[in-house]
C-alpha cells in the first residue's frame, strides 16, 4: 500500500521498509501492520489532538510526574507550548507504560521505539502469523475462561506491582495469541499511587473483566477480585505471586466523622502553630 505521511520518516530512517495494509482506525490512533527486515511488527499513528474523540481527562493525567520543571510549569498554563508539552506527555504515556510493563513481565505487547508520534511496538499474531483476534471475538468454553480470566487476574497484579493501573481494561482491550491473553492500548495509564482515582479505574477494569468472563463461566459472577487486590496493595501485602481467593468483604462499617474532623481540626492546629513559630523565627 501506499506509504503513509506519517510513517514516511520511519522508512527514510530505515525503521520500516514496507507498510502492509491497515489493521484499524480507533478513537486516538491507526494501526498499521509493517514490515522491517524480516520481521513484521505494528505501527501506531496517535492521532492529533484535535482528531482524536478520546479526551485526555485530567483523571487519567493526575500523578503523572514531569521531571522536567520548564515543561511542568508550562503545562500548568494554557499556553500554546505548554499544550504541546501536554500532547507529547500524554503521547509518551503508553510508551512509558509498555517499557514499564514489559519489563515487570506483564503479557503486553514489546516496544521497538516511538518516533514522531508513531510506536513501532511487536505484532501479537495467531498460528498463521496473522493479527491475533481481540477477546471480544473470541469465542470461550468455560474451562478457558476461568483459566483466561486467572491469568488477566495475574497480569493486573503484576500492573499493580509495577504502580500501573491500566484504567481501560476491557474485553476490546485484550489480544489473544496462541499462548493466551495479551493487554493492549495503555495511554490511559495511571498511577496507582499518586492518582486519586486510581482505585475507582482498578475496580471497573477488574469488574469489566469479570463481566466478560462471567458470560461463560457465571461462577466467576460472585468473586471480588479488585477488592481482595486492592486490599492487598493498600496494606503494602501485594506481590505478583500472591494467592487470591476471590472471596473478599468490602468494609460497610459508616465512617466515624466527628473522629474525622478531630484530626482534621488537630492538624489545622498544629499547622497554625508552625506558622506562628516561623514568624516568631522571623521577627
Not at 521498509?17 to 501492520?33: C, F, I, P, R, W
Not at 482491550?173 to 493492549?184: E, F, S, Y
Request: glycine content about 6%.
Amino acid at each position: 500500500m501506499k506509504v503513509p505521511k506519517r510513517l514516511q520518516p520511519l522508512v527514510d530512517d530505515g525503521l520500516v521498509d514496507d507498510v502492509l495494509y491497515q489493521l484499524m482506525s480507533g478513537k486516538e490512533a491507526q494501526v498499521y501492520v509493517v514490515r522491517c527486515g524480516d520481521t513484521t511488527r505494528c505501527a501506531k499513528v496517535f492521532k492529533e489532538a484535535q482528531k482524536r474523540s478520546f479526551k485526555q481527562a485530567v483523571e487519567y493525567q493526575e500523578g503523572r510526574k514531569v521531571r522536567n520543571t520548564r515543561r511542568a510549569r508550562a503545562m500548568g498554563k494554557k499556553t500554546r507550548y505548554g499544550q504541546k508539552e501536554q500532547e507529547d506527555a500524554w503521547l509518551n504515556a503508553e510508551v512509558d507504560a509498555l517499557y514499564r510493563l514489559a519489563s515487570a513481565g506483564v503479557r503486553v505487547p514489546e516496544p521497538f521505539g516511538f518516533v514522531d508520534g508513531v510506536l513501532l511496538m511487536e505484532l501479537v499474531a495467531d498460528e498463521t502469523g496473522e493479527a491475533a483476534p481481540r477477546l471480544d471475538d473470541v469465542t470461550l468454553s468455560q474451562e478457558q475462561a476461568v483459566d483466561y480470566h486467572s491469568r488477566i487476574i495475574g497480569e493486573v497484579v503484576s500492573m499493580l506491582c509495577a504502580g500501573l493501573v491500566h484504567g481501560d481494561l476491557s474485553e476490546f482491550n485484550v489480544l489473544v495469541d496462541p499462548q493466551g491473553p495479551v493487554i493492549i492500548d495503555l495511554p490511559q495509564a495511571v498511577d496507582a499511587a499518586g492518582n486519586n482515582n486510581a482505585e475507582r479505574m482498578f475496580q471497573r477494569d477488574v469488574n469489566n473483566m469479570r463481566r466478560y468472563f462471567g458470560r461463560f463461566a457465571p461462577e466467576l459472577m460472585n468473586t471480588n477480585y479488585a477488592g481482595e487486590i486492592w486490599d492487598l496493595y493498600e496494606s503494602g501485602k501485594l506481590h505478583p505471586d500472591s494467592p487470591l481467593t476471590g472471596m473478599f468483604q468490602d468494609d460497610e462499617t459508616a465512617a466515624n466523622v466527628d473522629e474525622i474532623m478531630d484530626v482534621i481540626d488537630a492538624a489545622k492546629e498544629e499547622e497554625q502553630e508552625r506558622r506562628e513559630r516561623q514568624q516568631d523565627d522571623e521577627d
